[in-house]
């Protein structure tokens, strides 16, 4: 017999993929799905992923990687 395949479960974020001015990357950056939506669409992802990338590098001691772009990871 065979067995259902189960469905997604929606959580309460969307997962972005940033690529860095240098050239690096990172994947599967958590964002809130309440801060997204309606008028900017995913842009206030990018001020939620840049206060996320101040804490890191402050936490290192190094400059922030200014961000070259943004999308939404593949589900």
């Known amino acids: 017999m065979a067995r259902?395949?189960?469905k997604p479960v929606e959580s309460g974020y969307a997962l972005f993929d940033i690529l860095y001015e240098d050239g690096s990357r990172s994947s599967n950056r958590r964002v809130p799905r309440t801060l997204l939506g309606g008028l900017d669409g995913d842009e206030p992802a990018r001020k939620?992923?840049?206060e996320q990338d101040n804490a890191i590098a402050e936490k290192a001691g190094r400059p922030r990687i200014p961000?070259?772009?943004i999308t939404r990871s593949p589900v």
Do not use: D, L, R
């Open 67 to 69: 961000i070259k772009k």
């Open 48 to 50: 939620t992923i840049e």
């Open 4 to 6: 259902k395949k189960s």
